[in-house]
C-alpha cells in the first residue's frame, strides 16, 4: 500500500449491550495497519449490561467514546457519531464481530486511488458462516426489492459494512433512528445515483444465543422503509 495520499478513516461503532464483543471489536481496529490514519467513534447506545472497553493512554487519542441516555436504535447513533467525524472516509463497523474490520482492506483502495465514493462489503459474494435459512431468505428479499425499485443490481443492501466518503454522507440528512438506516441509505445514494462498489468480504453470523438484535418485524419496516425513500423527495 505504498504512495497512499494521505487519507485518515473514521469507524464509526455503535453498541448496544455488547458486553460479550466491544472490547475485542475496539481492539481489532486498533491492531490494524491500514497505511492511512485511524479514528475511532464508538457510541454507546444506552447500554445496560455494563458494556465498555480498556484502552492504553497511546490509544485514547485514536477513540472517542459517545454516549445516549437511553436506547434510542443504530440509526441514532450513526447520526450522533457523524457530528463528530475528522475523516476523509467513513466506516461503520457493529460491535458484534459478526463482521471483521480485517475486511477493510479490501475497501480502502478504492477511495486511496479516488474510483469510487461508496463501498459495500458484500456477503453474498464472498464466504458466509452460520446464517440461518429465515436470514439469508430475508436478505436477499430486501436486496431484490431493493434491485426492483431501482434499477440496481447489489447482491447485498443489508450489509453492516458500509464505507463511503465523509463529505458524501454528511450531505444526506438521515433521518433513521433504527435498523432502517440501512435501506435509507442505500435508497439514497441510488436515487443520487451515485455508484455502489461492492466487494466480497466473509461474514460469520452471531448466535441466536447470544441475543440477535434485527427481529422480524425490522424486515417489515425495511420493506416499508424502500417505499418510502423510494417516493420521497431528496433533500437538496
Not at 463529505?167 to 436515487?191: A, Y
Request: charged share 25%; proline share 4%; net charge negative.
Amino acid at each position: 500500500m505504498d504512495n497512499i495520499p494521505k487519507l485518515k478513516l473514521t469507524a464509526i461503532v455503535p453498541y448496544y449491550n455488547e458486553l460479550e464483543t466491544l472490547e475485542a471489536t475496539i481492539h481489532s481496529i486498533l491492531k490494524l495497519e491500514l497505511g492511512i490514519d485511524l479514528e475511532i467513534i464508538a457510541v454507546d447506545d444506552g447500554s445496560t449490561d455494563g458494556s465498555s472497553f480498556n484502552i492504553s493512554p497511546e490509544e485514547e487519542t485514536a477513540v472517542k467514546l459517545l454516549n445516549h441516555p437511553t436506547n434510542q436504535g443504530k440509526g441514532a447513533a450513526i447520526r450522533t457519531a457523524l457530528e463528530h467525524v475528522t475523516g476523509d472516509i467513513v466506516v461503520i463497523q457493529d460491535a458484534d464481530m459478526e463482521y471483521n474490520p480485517e475486511e477493510w482492506i479490501n475497501l480502502i483502495p478504492y477511495f486511496t486511488d479516488g474510483s469510487e465514493q461508496v463501498v459495500y462489503g458484500s456477503r453474498f459474494m464472498g464466504n458466509i458462516k452460520a446464517m440461518t435459512f429465515k436470514s439469508k431468505i430475508a436478505n436477499l428479499t430486501l436486496t431484490r426489492l431493493t434491485n426492483l425499485l431501482f434499477g440496481s443490481k447489489l447482491t447485498d443492501m443489508e450489509t453492516c459494512m458500509k464505507m463511503f466518503k465523509y463529505d458524501l454522507i454528511k450531505s444526506l440528512n438521515l433521518e433513521s433512528n433504527d435498523f432502517r438506516i440501512e435501506p435509507e441509505l442505500t435508497s439514497i445514494f441510488l436515487k443520487k445515483e451515485i455508484h455502489i462498489k461492492e466487494v466480497p468480504i466473509n461474514y460469520t453470523a452471531r448466535s441466536l444465543l447470544k441475543g440477535k438484535k434485527i427481529k422480524p418485524k425490522d424486515g417489515f419496516l425495511a420493506i416499508v422503509a424502500l417505499f418510502k425513500f423510494k417516493f420521497k423527495k431528496l433533500n437538496s
